[in-house]
């Protein structure tokens, strides 16, 4: 067994290398799956009812298939049809479509929470749609499904660990590689372990405190 | 896929795979159930160093991604001398996991039931075994049975992370496909409509469990 000094010497940088990788992957991740989330749910307030039911086709086959089988799908696909993108742009590109459907849903139910008496308010003032989107809507929807937004961002930030399958070098793929070097697997995999719960502990404060900040009375 | 045999033999690989999936899904919920009944002795005990340890466990099992927890139990099964195989490790890792999952589920339909149904069943003087079989087990499982078809819907799409502990299912099998023929977008798609038949089926099926279940008043049953 190694003292712990000399392993954090020679293994630290590796880590924390990896520790940023999925934090960054994460964070951009979500703030995008947030994004896509908001529009698929203007569609489907905006698009009509074939807009609506192409939303509803969309949400219901991302999130019954595992979030592997888009991985992979973008990863393996796309260069056959021309697209060569680093496998961190495909990876996260597939956590956003899958991530992004979730939230779309949780939107809805948010979306239910608010008083129809605003819609028709905004309509008297003469507010556009999009205004009325852009002003009444989405600040309320953000405030109600915040505390599962939260939860979804968790579960998008252990799902960054499947880009390692992909040879995306994130936390996962260094405890891989850590452990093929020094077989060392187990002590591996607890670090990361730990690294992963205070990320996720991390994500979890956050958006704690930003439920409080954005709370009214 | 070019020629009509090589289709179909590409669609009874991906269908033994699925069916592969769909065994290690039901063996792990299985036993993730029995695991989570079992929790709920130290979740609901009288003494907070049980209650604490059940938190301990819930939070780690949650806050840590499924392929990490696969890994670790992957290479700590042979450290401690247990030859197992990718899939009985894969099936403890799913237990685990599921376990944990479920135990919130059952734990949060026990918390469900509302207070005069303790005070009745009390003041009727139920011994401890009835009161648990006869009150407070139908009212937990009507409660419970969304998240835990959820929870069902999960198991089958995490099964998909042991293909990288080389467990053979459906993902292993599209991804051992697509290595000999390149066709990634056919035989994905083929892999992602298999996933999407088992997880929509089973979200059917439980609805209509939910249906016939439902108790006037009660969760689910109009009052």
């Known amino acids: ?217 | 896929m070019t020629s009509w045999p090589m289709f179909v033999s590409t669609v009874t690989l991906l269908a033994r795979g699925a069916l592969v999936s769909l065994w290690l899904a039901a063996a792990s919920t299985a036993a993730g159930t029995v695991l989570a009944v079992l929790l709920m002795a130290p979740a609901f005990s009288r003494i907070g160093l049980g209650r604490s340890a059940y938190r301990v466990f819930v939070w780690v099992v949650r806050g840590t991604p499924v392929l990490v927890q696969a890994l670790l139990i992957f290479y700590a099964l042979p450290a401690l001398d247990l030859q197992t195989g990718p899939y009985i490790a894969g099936v403890i890792v799913l237990t685990l996991y599921l376990g944990a999952l479920i135990a919130e589920v059952i734990r949060g339909g026990v918390l469900a039931i509302p207070r005069p149904q303790w005070d009745s069943a009390r003041s009727l003087g139920l011994p401890p075994i009835a009161l648990l079989r006869r009150v407070v087990a139908p009212l937990v499982i009507r409660y419970s049975l969304p998240a835990y078809v959820n929870v069902c819907v999960m198991a089958v799409k995490a099964s998909s992370v042991l293909s990288i502990i080389s467990v053979w299912e459906l993902t292993f099998a599209a991804r051992e496909i697509i290595e000999r023929t390149l066709a990634v977008f056919s035989v994905l798609g083929l892999a992602a409509g298999f996933y999407f038949v088992m997880c929509f089926g089973i979200d059917r099926l439980g609805r209509r469990v939910e249906a016939r279940l439902a108790l006037r008043g009660f969760a689910g049953g109009r009052a």
Not at chain 1, 94 to 101: D, E, K, P, R, S
Not at chain 1, 160 to 170: D, F, K
């Open chain 1, 1 to 217: 067994m190694l003292k712990f000094e000399r392993w954090l010497e020679v293994y630290g940088p590796s880590y924390l290398d990896g520790l940023g990788w999925t934090a960054v992957v994460a964070l951009v991740a979500a703030v995008a799956a947030i994004a896509w989330g908001t529009a698929l749910l203007a569609v489907r307030l905006q698009g009509g009812r074939w807009g609506g039911r192409a939303v509803d086709a969309y949400v219901q086959l991302l999130r019954n298939i595992p979030v592997l089988v888009p991985i992979y799908i973008i990863y393996f696909g796309f260069p056959l049809i021309g697209l060569v993108w680093p496998a961190v742009v495909c990876g996260g590109l597939a956590l956003v479509l899958q991530n992004g459907a979730y939230i779309s849903e949780i939107f809805r139910g948010a979306y239910q929470a608010i008083d129809h008496v605003q819609f028709d308010s905004a309509k008297s003032i003469g507010l556009s749609h999009w205004h009325t989107f852009r002003k009444v809507t989405m600040p309320q929807v953000i405030v109600y499904s915040l505390p599962a937004l939260g939860n979804q961002v968790v579960l998008l930030l252990k799902d960054t660990s499947l880009l390692s399958a992909i040879t995306v070098a994130e936390l996962t793929m260094h405890a891989k590689l850590l452990t093929e070097q020094t077989g060392a697997a187990y002590e591996a995999f607890v670090v990361v372990a730990v690294l992963y719960l205070a990320l996720v502990g991390v994500f979890e404060v956050a958006f704690g405190l930003a439920g409080r900040a954005v709370r009214w009375p």
